[in-house]
């Protein structure tokens, strides 16, 4: 099961590069996540998506876009990386009538 | 959406129970009051969730007060693996604001002692 999987694992970025951070998920689930986590700190909500075509800002949108253009991924875009972007970011989906999110494993991030 | 606030950090004996408060005393009436944990180096994982009634699974025990301005996640027998930071989260079920975002606090960090 392969549930919600994250591309890359890792990755090093220097400042003003860009990257795609990939996130795919095989439930069909129509609510998709992405979330952000600094050291020591919970987890910050920077967009989510109900839907394929609706996207929308979360708590930490700056720097960052988003796209959903099938169920299946939620890609998120980073455009002239910052060190302040150096972070863990996870996926989630859930289902409309579920309860349970499912987090991706997530894509260490670093600026420099 | 409405605040949650827990320890920042708790201890347990391995084999031991251990309760893990909350305290969300804006909770509004549609408000489901949800766990998560999140082991090293992994992304977080759903343990339980409720609205007004205790609720019992296979990790664990939500027990929740009677004017649903507290909860308690309670791990009968606390292992090893327990070792996790321990989210308590409420989530809105109802209207258009049923977009099922987590906002996650601050958690708890339990160590647990072999």
């Known amino acids: 099961n392969a549930g919600v999987t994250q591309t890359p694992k890792f990755r090093i970025l220097k400042i003003g590069q860009s990257m795609t951070l990939q996130c795919t998920q095989d439930?069909?689930?129509?609510?998709m996540y992405w979330y952000r986590q600094d050291p020591g700190m919970g987890l910050k909500l920077i967009y989510y998506s109900v839907g394929a075509g609706i996207t929308d800002k979360g708590e930490v949108p700056n720097g960052y876009n988003v796209s959903r253009s099938t169920t299946e991924d939620f890609p998120l875009r980073l455009e002239l990386a910052a060190p302040s972007q150096t972070s863990v970011y996870f996926c989630?989906?859930?289902?409309?009538?579920?309860?349970?999110?499912?987090f991706g494993q997530g894509t260490r991030l670093t600026v420099v | 959406d409405a605040k949650t606030t827990q320890p920042n950090s708790m201890e347990s004996n391995e084999e031991e129970p251990v309760h893990l408060p909350c305290n969300h005393s804006t909770i509004s009436g549609t408000d489901y009051i949800h766990w998560y944990r999140q082991l090293p180096s992994q992304g977080p994982e759903y343990v339980i969730h409720g609205l007004t009634s205790n609720v019992n699974n296979r990790m664990a025990s939500l027990a929740i007060a009677e004017d649903r301005k507290s909860s308690t996640l309670i791990l009968h027998r606390a292992t090893l693996r327990d070792a996790a930071v321990y989210y308590c989260i409420l989530r809105d079920a109802h209207g258009s604001s049923n977009t099922g975002k987590l906002i996650f606090g601050q958690g708890t960090t339990l160590q647990v002692k072999p």
């Open positions: 989630a989906s859930r289902s409309v009538s579920g309860t349970e999110a499912f």
């Open positions: 439930m069909n689930h129509n609510y």
